[in-house]
């Protein structure tokens, strides 16, 4: 597989070429699909007609079809396919240069049919041309190679710093008010509680936040910007090029039946950041996640993220339309938004990482009796430094243990010596962990344990 800026600059190449990539019925559309795809995936496409294409050819693990929605933005590489309606029946095919939600650019073979005239190649050479969308539609996407960093030399690279720009958005404004339930809607409710709060934790935390304009609607703005080929002045465009944010973070809330609960994060093809993952976090341990993060194709601002390259999430913060959610945050205001917030950050704000530590001690009291010579330590930990040999614990000796803890592979036992020569606390290792499910109690110690 190429990278997609490989495919690009060799779809490039081809406009103004005469293509024949079968070498038969001179330049037929096909042939300018088919030498992009081969070069890009290393697969050819198979079928009789072009409007078959997606149903002829197996893409299973190195290309998606979609079928065209009013939302959907094709992407730069992505093929086109035509309906029967098209090419006397025949359908077409072309590969997308660029496009916005009205149109899109092309490179093609024989739209204007003058690829094979009276038995023999003619005069129609591979095209730079825009059309209009119908439906049905389809459009074949690769799956590009990961581009690989150049390295122009071998230097130490300096530490990412800490503090980010952030942007915040809360969805809908203008005329559409988004959402509505539970005596409220999306619109104003976000832009009341929610993206004031987020933002001042963040500030908190160090971070520098801007706040999209609440008396405008980033989704609209940006739609504007598509209609007028502008990618510089509106919307998310205007985001990226002014702004230059670490990342964006735009704010809804779902709609659904009553009973539907819980929010979750919604992002492009790129994979799941600390900061997606971290904002899940915080809405599965406060109002509940009905979903996983997911990955859609069919929201604008999403499309227009993966083609620009930010770093953008929409977050569904929970449902408009359950009360038990709107309950939740209403009651919970400082500390959910708080913990949103927290996830943005990677750990709580003013606090140590995000997220629960993971238990390694438990306050469980028994006795040690040996059966073979232990090695004692000042810390539960191998690492920990050893006592004297002569301290170690003999075949045959016990001590009464107040705790136990599970590290480097070992379940360790806290105690003091049962002489009283010595009121400190040590530790030594009574068995390793072998268990699957790291449960003690099903271990084979080295030596008894007579639980308390």
């Known amino acids: 597989m190429k990278t997609q800026a490989q495919a690009i600059k060799y779809l490039?190449?081809?406009?103004?070429?005469?293509?024949?990539?079968?070498?038969?019925f001179g330049f037929q559309c096909?042939?300018?699909?088919?030498?992009y795809w081969y070069h890009t995936t290393g697969h050819k496409l198979y079928g009789l007609y072009a409007k078959n294409i997606p149903t002829?050819?197996?893409?299973?693990?190195?290309?998606?079809v979609y079928n065209n929605t009013p939302s959907f933005l094709p992407l730069p590489g992505d093929l086109v396919?035509?309906?029967?309606?098209?090419?006397?029946?025949?359908g077409h095919v072309a590969v997308v240069t660029q496009a916005n939600l009205s149109q899109f650019q092309v490179i093609e073979n024989n739209w204007l049919g003058g690829g094979w005239v009276n038995g023999k190649p003619g005069w129609e050479r591979a095209t730079r041309r825009w059309h209009t969308y119908d439906f049905p539609m389809w459009f074949i996407r690769p799956h590009y190679a990961k581009s690989k960093p150049v390295i122009e030399s071998i230097v130490k690279p300096k530490p990412k710093p800490t503090k980010k720009k952030f942007v915040l958005v809360a969805g809908h404004g203008y005329n559409d008010p988004g959402a509505t339930g539970n005596g409220t809607n999306e619109r104003d409710f976000i832009r009341k509680n929610i993206i004031d709060n987020v933002a001042k934790y963040l500030r908190s935390a160090g971070h520098t936040v801007t706040?999209?304009?609440?008396?405008?609607?980033?989704?609209q703005d940006t739609?504007?910007?598509?209609?007028?080929?502008?990618?510089?002045?509106?919307?998310?465009?205007?985001?990226?090029?002014?702004?230059?944010?670490?990342?964006?973070?735009?704010?809804h809330l779902?709609?659904?039946g009553s009973n539907a609960s819980g929010g979750h994060v919604i992002k492009s093809a790129y994979a799941a950041d600390g900061i997606d993952k971290g904002i899940q976090k915080a809405l599965q341990d406060t109002v509940g996640t009905i979903r996983g993060i997911t990955t859609r194709n069919d929201l604008l601002n999403v499309n227009v993220s993966y083609n620009q390259?930010?770093?953008?999430?929409?977050?569904?913060?929970?449902?408009?339309?359950?009360?038990?959610d709107m309950d939740y945050i209403k009651k919970n205001l400082q500390s959910f938004t708080k913990a949103i917030a927290s996830g943005i950050n990677g750990k709580p704000i003013g606090g140590t990482p995000a997220g629960k530590s993971k238990k390694i001690t438990w306050a469980w009291k028994g006795r040690f009796t040996a059966n073979t010579l232990i090695r004692v330590r000042t810390t539960p930990s191998t690492k920990g430094k050893a006592v004297p040999k002569s301290d170690w614990i003999k075949k045959g000796q016990w001590v009464d243990f107040v705790s136990i803890t599970k590290a480097n592979g070992y379940w360790w036992i806290k105690f003091k010596y049962p002489n009283g020569a010595n009121n400190k606390y040590f530790y030594c290792a009574v068995c390793r962990i072998t268990d699957k499910n790291e449960r003690i109690k099903k271990e084979k110690y080295w030596g008894k344990i007579k639980w308390k």
């Open 223 to 251: 739609a504007y910007g598509y209609n007028r080929g502008d990618t510089k002045n509106y919307g998310l465009y205007w985001v990226k090029n002014k702004l230059k944010p670490d990342a964006v973070i735009e704010f």
């Open 309 to 324: 390259n930010i770093n953008y999430r929409l977050v569904e913060l929970g449902f408009i339309t359950s009360k038990k």
């Open 56 to 64: 002829d050819n197996n893409f299973t693990g190195y290309a998606t």
């Open 211 to 219: 706040l999209y304009s609440k008396k405008q609607d980033m989704y």
């Open 254 to 256: 779902d709609w659904s």
């Open 81 to 90: 396919v035509w309906n029967g309606n098209w090419g006397e029946g025949c």
């Open 30 to 35: 096909y042939d300018v699909a088919n030498a």
């Open 12 to 24: 490039n190449s081809l406009e103004g070429k005469f293509v024949d990539f079968d070498n038969a």
